[in-house]
């Protein structure tokens, strides 16, 4: 049985144990970038965590699961767009109990079975004030548990911290270790398969950052590094590829907006966003690429050396205007296969 925080060094085998290495390496280091492009153009709304503030926000939350029931042998679902309060939260949920992110546009009765399947007992939503649409919809969910299994609805708003006040002063140790135990489970993620019906598979924080690294690997991350994500976080790719690859390696996230490529200013300024915050790898599902692709570059790309796309077959058409789209001095080289796209960026 773990504990939630304790002041004796990490047990090899979790993501929270490379982040809490860089938190003390490079305190300051950017960590995750939100962003939240307008339509209006105006200058996009920012906020920037250092891997100092993401280890500080991922214990206070930690403490706070904790406080309302949270179990190691439960579940945290967590019915949130991709905010940074959704990022510290799936790290959170990993150190009292295990993560379950969920995707909004499924049915009450398909996230329902999931809840129950995965033995949640508390599910997070937004507040009415910061999402109406997800707050209803998870109160449905919640409501159809009811005769199935106890569950505790933690109403939320945006920010990576907890509100209350007497949450933020329960720990006196900033940067206490994490104390896990790489074969317990840090999340679930669902997946219908073929048959279209609430499926879970498992996770436990050695896999996940068995697969951190993996993917950490084959892109030659490093601590320079700046990934763009837009992806879902109830996704692998999304939440192990785009984001916690990134801190195994001492990268950064820049987190394109609560909804990532459903949000139009995403698309329309996403060249303006690489630029400013100095992106270096690109990329998204194939209809993501093939959108952005679309818009004009009258920015400086040039800090951007790799791009990827996965989750659905690449045609080989959207391969070469990929691989021949302009970046600085030089350009985009495609390798890979037709179910995925990785370039490597080679100066002229």
């Given at each position: 049985m773990r504990d939630a925080f304790q002041s004796q060094p990490l047990v090899a085998g979790s993501v929270l144990e490379a982040l809490a290495q860089h938190a003390v390496r490079r305190p300051d280091a950017a960590a995750l970038i939100h962003v939240e492009p307008r339509l209006d153009g105006?200058?996009?709304?920012?906020?920037?965590?250092?891997?100092?503030?993401?280890?500080?926000?991922?214990?206070?939350?930690?403490?706070?699961?904790?406080?309302?029931?949270?179990?190691?042998?439960?579940?945290?679902?967590?019915?949130?767009?991709?905010?940074?309060?959704?990022?510290?939260?799936?790290?959170?949920?990993?150190?009292?109990?295990?993560?379950?992110?969920?995707?909004?546009?499924?049915?009450?009765?398909y996230l329902a079975q999931l809840l129950c399947a995965a033995g949640a007992d508390i599910l997070v939503v937004p507040?009415?004030?910061?999402?109406?649409?997800?707050?209803?919809?998870?109160?449905?969910?919640?409501?159809?548990?009811?005769?199935?299994?106890?569950?505790?609805?933690?109403?939320?708003?945006?920010?990576?911290?907890?509100?209350?006040?007497?949450?933020?002063?329960?720990?006196t140790t900033p940067l206490a270790r994490l104390a896990i135990d790489p074969s317990d489970t840090a999340?679930?993620?669902?997946?219908?398969?073929?048959?279209?019906?609430?499926?879970?598979?498992?996770?436990?924080?050695?896999?996940?950052?068995?697969?951190?690294?993996?993917?950490?690997?084959?892109?030659?991350?490093?601590?320079?590094?700046?990934?763009?994500?837009?992806?879902?976080?109830?996704?692998?790719?999304?939440?192990?590829?785009?984001?916690?690859?990134?801190?195994?390696?001492?990268?950064c996230v820049v987190n394109l907006s609560s909804h990532g490529f459903r949000n139009p200013a995403v698309i329309d300024f996403y060249w303006d966003i690489v630029?400013?915050?100095?992106?270096?790898?690109?990329?998204?599902?194939p209809t993501a690429v093939a959108t952005v692709l679309e818009q004009p570059v009258t920015a400086d790309i040039s800090k951007l050396r790799c791009g990827y796309a996965g989750g659905a077959p690449c045609s080989a058409s959207l391969q070469v205007r990929f691989a021949e789209y302009p970046s600085g001095g030089g350009r985009l080289a495609?390798?890979?296969?037709?179910?995925?796209?990785?370039?490597?960026?080679?100066r002229a």
């Open positions: 105006n200058d996009h709304d920012a906020l920037e965590l250092s891997y100092t503030d993401l280890l500080r926000a991922t214990q206070h939350w930690a403490n706070r699961l904790a406080a309302v029931g949270a179990r190691q042998d439960g579940a945290i679902a967590l019915l949130l767009t991709n905010t940074p309060a959704h990022y510290v939260l799936m790290l959170a949920s990993g150190v009292v109990s295990s993560s379950l992110s969920l995707n909004p546009l499924q049915s009450v009765e507040t009415p004030q910061d999402d109406e649409k997800l707050n209803l919809l998870g109160h449905a969910v919640a409501s159809l548990c009811e005769s199935r299994r106890k569950l505790t609805v933690l109403e939320i708003g945006t920010s990576p911290w907890p509100e209350a006040a007497d949450v933020l002063t329960t720990n999340a679930w993620f669902h997946t219908g398969g073929t048959t279209g019906a609430p499926k879970l598979v498992r996770h436990s924080h050695e896999q996940q950052k068995i697969a951190a690294m993996a993917f950490a690997a084959a892109a030659n991350l490093g601590e320079n590094d700046r990934l763009a994500n837009g992806l879902p976080l109830f996704h692998v790719a999304g939440a192990i590829c785009s984001s916690r690859a990134l801190w195994v390696s001492g990268g630029s400013k915050y100095e992106v270096t790898i690109a990329g998204g599902v495609r390798v890979g296969s037709e179910r995925s796209l990785a370039c490597s960026f080679e």
